[in-house]
């Protein structure tokens, strides 16, 4: 028996601060047929493409945050970073006020210890034995940014759930914000 389900599903394409597809709720059981109707530009392909894993649904490669360096420190919902010396010395000799940092969501753990990052879950994807958690995280200079961690799919987190997040030791990698370069240092 296969069962689709969407809770709260939402998609934005960049560049559009309007959502294609708002907060969509669907249940569909095994042996059931759906048909979506509506008018153009309301959300039936979108929801098909996001139902298909084209563009939305699926594991994410990466995450990509950049990040503003303040006083020398890199930091996530307001708890600094361990990054190499040597690498933040480099960013420091470029001249550079931010740094990007690339993580895998499989390399992301939910935590409660004294160093984890906070988050606010927005979206949870239940993909067979794995669930991708989307949250929100905020940076020093008061934005946002939406991180994904993969998690147990029997007991995923629900939306607005809030919990920490920390980055497995070594799983970090850091860019120059500008050339792009990776910075290879431990």
């Not at 689709?4 to 599903?9: I, L």
């Not at 550079?96 to 940092?101: E, F, H, K, V, Y």
């Not at 499989?106 to 927005?122: F, G, K, L, M, Y």
């Not at 990698?173 to 500008?178: A, K, S």
């Amino acid at each position: 028996m296969a069962t689709v389900s969407f809770e709260g599903a939402t998609r934005i394409y960049p560049g559009n601060p309007k959502p294609s597809v708002d907060t969509l709720d669907l249940d569909i059981e095994d042996g059931e047929f759906l048909v979506p109707v509506g008018p153009s530009g309301c959300g039936k392909s979108t929801s098909l493409r996001m139902l298909a894993g084209q563009g939305f649904i699926g594991s994410p490669a990466t995450n990509v945050v950049e990040i503003p360096i303040q006083d020398g420190v890199v930091a996530l919902g307001g708890k600094p970073l361990a990054m190499p010396e040597a690498a933040m010395a480099e960013l420091a000799q470029r001249g550079r006020d931010r740094a990007i940092l690339g993580f895998r969501p499989a390399d992301i753990r939910i935590t409660n210890s004294e160093t984890s990052w906070p988050v606010h879950v927005t979206i949870v994807e239940g993909l067979g034995a794995d669930a991708y958690v989307h949250a929100d995280v905020n940076l020093p200079d008061g934005a946002t940014k939406q991180v994904v961690t993969r998690t147990d799919g029997r007991t995923p987190p629900k939306r607005g759930d809030e919990f920490g997040l920390e980055i497995v030791g070594g799983h970090m990698h850091l860019f120059d914000p500008e050339t792009h370069d990776r910075l290879h240092h431990n």
